[in-house]
């Protein structure tokens, strides 16, 4: 994987030619360099060439030839020249000034509130990306997603990083009713993290298995090789064209595409039938798959292709289970774009490994100490530490203080501060229900650690954290503790207690306790 790294050429994205052409190095594609071309055309006999006139500073009529000094000087005036000849320099001697191709598209967040912005024709996913967290001063951490949302069709995609938005947008059509959404997909390149997660060993074929186990390291190479392919096997259910119906049958994607078996599991060349190919085709999540579509479960997905806009020309499946989907929808995504996912998912650590030198000022901060009479240099890092911690402590109970009002706050007063102190987290969600919450983390990635809180809506004192685990979302009541007056927060019956919500996060980020897993990626609803 790693030689493969080294052979792969990344592009700047949107922020990189900003910074190009603000530093006047412009954006080659559409600014070429200015040069004086001469004026005559290839089409003009040698003779014409000879004897064509060139317009000159002053007016003057200089013939080839007379003076080889002079130079072609274009005229600021171009409204005073003949037409042929000004829509000469228009179109060669001044190529730099002619305007790049833009449109004007529209984003929408996940509270349905669109955003406005003109963008050039051929942009990226993730130049549009890198747009919206500069605007919107978001952190960067290589997770934000543009979705591909069609509204009538009720499905909806993660348009790849590298992917023309231009292009997926003209192959929607005007008559469907699509969107762009900007949103967190944590779980867009997990696969290469942890590949067994995704591809579970009795749906995976590949030779190199040893004792019966994919090497891991092995398979998801295997996808990106052009020779070679795991084979991904397993039952789905199809649902039958102009029927209401669905059937199940015994399915295999290889690289020439997806097969269904006619004769229970045989893979024979006679029993396979062909489903559908990938090349002109995109794979997309169905929304409500048993309201819609009447599907026997919620894992629903579709093969569409790139001008489909009937719901009829979509190709139906459904999975058992959400790991089962899962697997099929990454092997297909694989088979696609191959090597291109992993540039996309490489491309940010290669940018965060040239630029991890730390700045002069950063490497000369000290830990110093002013509670005494002289100041003085902290040189052990423990008691650096441990004043840091002091010292945090200290400006939580200051905001506490603040908070709750003038003077010393009694027992009531201080469960006011830990109530609001969380209101500004951007895991904490508020009055969101326990359908709201799981449709949050499941658009944002069921991946382990994807959490956030909210309030309870059985009890209202109390708070509920929503946790994915091995691609199921379990909920956690948080429970108020009264301690002689003071209040805590708990998830194990008191055993651990904590001041306030924001204590209790940073604790399980680094502890897993009683959860299945460590906290880890919040979810997050930004208003462009």
């Known amino acids: 994987m790693n030689k493969t790294l080294d052979k792969i050429h990344t592009s700047g994205g949107l922020g990189q030619k900003a910074e190009n052409f603000h530093s006047g190095k412009g954006n080659e594609r559409v600014f070429p360099r ?176 040893t004792n019966g186990i994919v090497d891991h390291s092995e398979l998801i190479e295997t996808f990106l090789k052009s020779s070679t392919c795991p084979e991904i096997h397993g039952h789905l259910h199809v649902k039958e064209q102009s029927k209401k119906s669905w059937k199940k049958f015994y399915f295999v994607l290889r690289r020439s595409g997806l097969y269904f078996s006619t004769k229970a599991t045989s893979k024979e060349p006679r029993h396979l039938q062909f489903f559908a190919d990938f090349a002109d085709s995109d794979i997309y999540t169905v929304l409500s798959a048993k309201k819609a579509h009447g599907a026997p479960t919620e894992f629903a997905f579709c093969v569409k292709a790139t001008k489909c806009s009937s719901s009829r020309d979509l190709k139906l499946l459904c999975a058992d289970d959400e790991q089962t989907k899962t697997c099929w929808i990454t092997a297909m995504r694989l088979l696609k774009f191959g090597m291109q996912l992993y540039q996309n998912f490489i491309q940010p650590h290669q940018k965060q490994k040239v630029s991890s030198m730390r700045s002069i000022s950063e490497n000369s901060l000290v830990a110093m100490d002013f509670s005494g009479q002289k100041t003085r240099v902290i040189e052990n890092p423990s008691e650096a530490l441990s004043v840091a911690v002091e010292e945090g402590l200290s400006w ?124 880890k990626h919040h979810c997050i609803q930004i208003t462009l």
Not at 150 to 170: A, F, K
Not at 404 to 417: A, C, E, K, L, N
């Open 34 to 209: 200015p040069a004086i071309i001469p004026l005559e055309g290839p089409s003009l006999t040698p003779n014409a060439q000879r004897t064509r006139t060139k317009f000159c500073k002053g007016n003057r009529n200089v013939r080839e030839g007379e003076d080889s000094s002079s130079s072609s000087v274009p005229n600021p005036f171009p409204e005073l020249l003949p037409p042929t000849v000004s829509g000469s320099i228009s179109k060669y001697l001044l190529p730099w000034t002619k305007p790049s191709a833009t449109q004007v598209i529209k984003v929408f967040d996940e509270n349905n509130t669109s955003k406005a912005v003109e963008v050039p024709t051929d942009v990226t996913a993730r130049d549009i990306c890198q747009l919206f967290v500069l605007k919107n001063h978001c952190i960067d951490d290589h997770s934000w997603a543009l979705i591909d949302h069609h509204i009538q069709l009720g499905i909806e995609r993660t348009i790849e990083d590298h992917e023309c938005v231009m292009d997926v947008l003209s192959g929607n059509g005007m008559e469907t009713d699509s969107r762009l959404y900007f949103r967190k997909n944590y779980a867009k390149y997990e696969f290469f993290k942890k590949p067994l997660d995704f591809f579970p060993d009795h749906m995976v074929s590949i030779s190199t298995e």
């Open 396 to 519: 939580r109970k200051k905001s506490c203080h603040r908070l709750s009002g003038h003077g010393s706050p009694s027992s009531t007063q201080s469960s006011v501060p830990n109530l609001a102190i969380h209101l500004a987290q951007p895991w904490f969600h508020g009055k969101l229900s326990r359908e709201e919450a799981q449709h949050l983390i499941t658009q944002q990635g069921l991946i382990d650690g994807v959490f956030l809180l909210r309030d309870s809506q059985s009890n209202p004192k109390t708070f509920v954290l929503s946790l994915c685990h091995m691609q199921k979302i379990k909920h956690f009541q948080i429970l108020p503790v009264d301690d002689e007056g003071e209040l805590f927060y708990s998830l194990d019956d008191g055993h651990t207690r904590f001041t306030d919500l924001i204590q209790l996060v940073e604790f399980y980020q680094l502890n897993r306790g009683t959860l299945p897993c460590r906290l």
